[in-house]
């Protein structure tokens, strides 16, 4: 049976508050706030440094936080590695360079969590995997090594390995930054289609196309804090800080 695109059973999906965290002496997250709701995607988007993935990487814990607390679908993350590993159960993650393992098929790659770490049995692993490649539309390359596929392609098998763990949050980080031009729209489609399934999104991009079709809100970091956040015609039509008129008037 197909699976199907589970959102948060929380009304908040994502809770962030007085979020502070330093690398050594550099304080590079500074006193976030911000709420997504079940069901929002949300770009955020800001300068090289201003600590975007920073942000991102602490929601499932890739990173630790020194202030503050997030609540991911209702699940207060700590210390404690069981709420971490309950966190990570409800996330999924993709990377600008995509992160797939290099000696398993794309099949493969698709199938090693589910199967180890969700114990599905793997002929159950391997039919799931394969409705989420027809849904990025590759299920013809399920045999083939990451290497022989092309920057775009591999993007997609990533996300398709996302979604095969049914998070009921995905988180991108630069999804298309990666790749080469031409195939930067076959990765957004695929993106696209899954915001319009009602998947929670939070996605690091300059990619303001995308961010005009398919976010409910717009955030603009700078030097580790978020400066502004608005509805796609808001945010690009009357931008509050003059930082953010600067950003856009580099990436638009
Ligand atoms: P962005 O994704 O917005 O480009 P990052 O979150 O990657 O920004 O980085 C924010 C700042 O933190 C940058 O100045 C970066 O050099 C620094 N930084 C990132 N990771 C580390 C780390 N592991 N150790 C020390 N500094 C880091
Ligand atoms: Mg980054």
Not at 148 to 161: F, H, K, T, Y
């Amino acid at each position: 049976m197909a699976p199907k695109i589970e959102t948060t059973r929380h009304p908040i999906a994502i809770e962030i508050e007085g979020l502070d965290k330093w690398f050594g002496g550099f304080h590079v997250l500074r006193g976030i706030d911000f709420t997504v709701k079940r069901g929002e995607r949300i770009v955020i988007c800001g300068p090289s440094g201003s600590g975007k993935s920073t942000l991102i990487r602490c929601i499932n814990r890739l990173e630790t936080f020194e202030r503050g607390r997030i609540v991911v679908d209702g699940i207060e993350l700590t210390d404690d590695m069981r709420c971490v590993d309950e966190i990570r159960r409800e996330v999924g993650m993709v990377f600008q360079q995509f992160n797939l393992f290099p000696h398993l098929t794309v099949l493969e790659n698709c199938t090693l969590a589910p199967v180890w770490v969700r114990k599905l049995p793997r002929r159950e692993a391997e039919a799931v995997a394969m409705h989420y490649l027809e849904r990025v539309r590759i299920p013809e390359q399920a045999g083939k090594y990451p290497g022989q596929l092309s920057g775009g392609q591999q993007q997609r098998v990533a996300i398709a390995r996302a979604l095969c763990m049914n998070p009921r949050i995905m988180l991108f980080d630069e999804p298309t930054s990666a790749l080469d031009p031409e195939m930067v729209k076959e990765v957004l489609d695929t993106m696209v289609q899954l915001a319009r399934d009602g998947m929670t999104m939070l996605v690091v991009s300059h990619e303001m196309g995308f961010a005009r079709e398919v976010a409910d809100r717009v955030v603009f970091m700078d030097s580790g804090q978020i400066l502004e956040a608005a509805p796609p015609d808001a945010f690009f039509g009357t931008p509050q800080h003059a930082r953010t008129r600067a950003f856009l008037a580099q990436v638009l």
